[in-house]
């Protein structure tokens, strides 16, 4: 939350978050190594939504043109999108690290727009599942979006959705 918010680093969090781990557990270990391991396990992982898959592969035969848009380590994300077997539906990935901004600050989006020039209010939806960085970043650049919700949580800002869904084929009658 302190990340989207942007009152921290990513090179902050992932190493503070062991920090913190370690002490709360009052083991000695390094935390900068610890935060190493994880992010070499977590680019090995790929843990597939429900129907994410059978979701993907229909809106790209549609001919829709899917991203990814993503505040994730960039060796991580890209790791996993091979690794899910998903890139081959992907145009490309938009990584916070590599983009020099994170969602949901505006930059981020502008970023995006910049690699897309074609990219339009009308012709995109952003769909996410967070509320703080994909709906409010999608708010911030003025893109229209969809929330995936499966615990059917309730909006808790003023944040807008243009859609709710709570299954992933929901998006098939959206798009």
């Known amino acids: 939350a302190a990340f989207d918010c942007g009152e921290v680093t990513k090179e902050f969090l992932t190493v503070e978050r062991y920090v ?3 002490n709360a557990l009052k083991l000695d270990r390094d935390p900068v190594q610890c935060n190493r391991d994880y992010l070499a396990a977590l680019g090995q992982s790929v843990y597939p939504l429900p129907h994410a898959e059978e979701v993907c592969h229909a809106l790209a035969q549609r001919g829709h043109r899917l991203y990814i848009v993503t505040n994730a380590v960039a060796s991580v ?5 091979e690794r899910s077997g998903f ?3 992907f145009q490309g990935a938009f990584i916070s690290e590599e ?7 505006k930059a981020y989006f502008d970023y995006v727009r910049a690699q897309l020039p074609e990219l339009t209010a009308e012709n995109c ?6 509320l703080s960085s994909d709906i409010k970043g ?6 229209p979006c969809c ?3 499966p615990k059917g949580q309730p909006i808790t800002e003023k944040l807008h959705a243009d859609y709710e869904i709570s299954d992933l084929r929901q998006l098939l009658e959206i798009v």
């Open 147 to 149: 929330w995936f919700n």
């Open 99 to 105: 983009a020099g901004a994170s969602k949901p600050s």
């Open 87 to 89: 890139s081959r539906w």
């Open 77 to 81: 994300q890209r790791s996993r999108l």
């Open 125 to 130: 939806l952003v769909i996410g599942d967070s």
């Open 20 to 22: 913190r781990f370690l």
């Open 138 to 143: 999608a708010n911030n650049a003025g893109l």
